[in-house]
């Protein structure tokens, strides 16, 4: 499947810390959901949703070494650079945090978790532009040697068409759903 052409994308990095969206005269002040909100709902709605919405949030989302990058709807191309309506839709988001398999903070060892895609658009190439975008800040670093993450099975052959390896057997996550560990070596750009 391929999108629409009508249907304009703009990939970008999302702060956890920043302002709302709203434009302060619109609505009568009415808020706006930032676009870390937006990730959170992503992957509430995506990945977790028989979870309360508070676990989607992980551990490391605000750290400075964290990235998060969403693809949204209604992109704008500014000539110095990509930029959103504020009311863009977030149609796909991922987070790549250093940490190891143990969960701890370790500059060896990228993760990348919370990859989510909106239902009414998968299969669009949505999550292939978040992979690549957090591959490529991967391998822009001259520290971290190994990327992992813990992949749904149901969609195993996207991860290993960029390289991830499987290590180990399936196993079943604590909402019932079968995962495997992937990793993949960082080549240094």
Same mark, same amino acid.
């Given at each position: 499947m391929s999108l629409d052409n009508n249907l304009k994308v703009v990939l970008k =990095?999302? *702060? @956890?810390?920043? &302002? /709302?969206?709203? %434009?302060?005269n619109a609505d009568l002040g009415a808020k706006k959901d930032t676009d870390f909100e937006k990730m959170i709902k992503l992957r +509430?709605?995506?990945?977790?949703y028989k979870r309360a919405k508070r676990l989607v949030e992980y551990e490391? %989302? /605000? $750290?400075? *070494?964290?990235? +998060? $990058?969403?693809?949204?709807?209604d992109g704008i191309t500014n000539t110095n650079s990509e930029v959103c309506k504020p009311d863009?839709?977030? $149609? =796909?988001?991922?987070?790549?945090v250093m940490e190891d398999q143990n969960d701890d903070l370790n500059e060896e060892f990228f993760r990348i978790r919370g990859m989510a895609v909106s239902k009414d658009f &998968?299969? !669009?190439?949505l999550g292939a532009k978040i992979l690549d975008g957090l591959l490529e +800040?991967?391998?822009?670093? %001259?520290?971290?040697k190994s990327i992992?993450?813990?992949?749904?099975? /149901?969609?195993? @052959?996207? !991860?290993?068409?960029?390289g991830f390896e499987v290590q180990? /057997?399936?196993?079943?996550? %604590? &909402?019932?759903? @079968?995962h495997f560990l992937l990793t993949k070596s960082i080549t240094y750009k």
């Open positions: =990095a999302i *702060s @956890p810390i920043g &302002q /709302s969206t709203a %434009d302060t +509430h709605e995506t990945l977790h490391k %989302d /605000s $750290l400075t *070494s964290t990235l +998060h $990058l969403g693809v949204f709807e863009a839709k977030l $149609l =796909a988001c991922g987070t790549i &998968q299969g !669009y190439g +800040h991967a391998n822009k670093t %001259d520290f971290v992992w993450c813990n992949a749904r099975s /149901s969609i195993l @052959p996207f !991860y290993l068409k960029f180990g /057997s399936e196993f079943i996550t %604590d &909402q019932g759903i @079968p």
